[in-house]
């Protein structure tokens, strides 16, 4: 294999153990396999990758979701594997803790870009090019959530590859003088990696802690609860998005500068 192409078609189905023509026109990418679990509940969709690196399914209506796992690395690992099938859309669904006192837990952030502390993203463009979503594609989102009669933040996402930092006060300080309004280990990489590979890509963050105080910083009961409460909205919000882009036929362009 010498192109990136021929790798990625190999490695696609040899990550999550889906044949490349099960794959949908439009994904949900996702770091949580109960994601995929409820998706497949939902749609009696089988379920491909038990035991393998990343899980995935796709429903009827060809809308293909995809748990890759966490942090950077495996972000862009799947931005870079999607190339394989060139998908007209990403959605990710991910978590993120609040660092505003607008950012509350259960809130949704529709993130206008984020800020690069991945590292995982400098392989693909310097650092000054920055971080940014497809914005058609994150209009179709905000209509579903208004249509859901829910409510969403806006603002900027700190992405970064450490995950142990709640007790650093010297980081606590570095984040609040970005003024993101939330910090994430993905959403930097997969906007990033995705306009690398020319994908449309957006996210979509629950707010599930806020780690700015010791009070705030996630336990697995609190993360139990979250999930119990709004993980069911946050993917019926990124199926009804991602299939309505699907059924309107509007195309989600790439402008490459």
Not at 105 to 121: K, Q, V, W, Y
Not at 241 to 257: C, D, L, Q, R, V
Request: one cysteine or more.
């Amino acid at each position: 294999m010498e192109t990136k192409l021929e790798i990625v078609k190999n490695w696609l189905p040899r990550y999550t153990g889906m044949p490349l023509e099960k794959f949908g026109d439009y994904i949900l990418i996702t770091n949580f396999k109960d994601y995929v679990d409820k998706f497949s509940e939902r749609f009696s969709a089988e379920i491909y990758g038990e035991g393998r690196a990343m899980q995935a399914a796709t429903n009827k209506d060809g809308l293909t979701i995809i748990n890759y796992g966490m942090g950077s690395p495996n972000a862009a690992t799947i931005m870079d594997l999607l190339v394989a099938v060139n998908p007209k859309g990403v959605l990710f669904l991910g978590k993120c803790g609040g660092l505003k006192g607008s950012s509350e837990i259960g809130n949704f952030i529709l993130p206008i870009g984020a800020i690069r502390g991945d590292g995982t993203s400098n392989d693909y463009f310097p650092p000054e090019v920055p971080a940014l979503p497809s914005f058609k594609l994150h209009k179709f989102v905000s209509d579903i959530i208004v249509e859901k009669k829910s409510d969403y933040r806006t603002g900027v996402i700190f992405t970064t590859n450490r995950r142990v930092w709640e007790h650093d006060t010297k980081f606590l300080e570095r984040l609040k003088n970005t003024t993101a309004i939330g910090v994430d280990m993905e959403t930097a990489t997969v906007f990033t990696v995705g306009h690398f590979n020319e994908i449309a890509r957006g996210a979509l963050l629950l707010v599930t802690d806020v780690p700015v105080t010791p009070d705030g910083v996630k336990t697995e009961a609190s993360d139990k609860a979250v999930t119990q409460e709004w993980v069911d909205l946050h993917l019926e919000i990124g199926i009804k998005a991602m299939t309505e882009i699907g059924k309107s036929g509007e195309e989600i362009k790439h402008f490459k500068y």
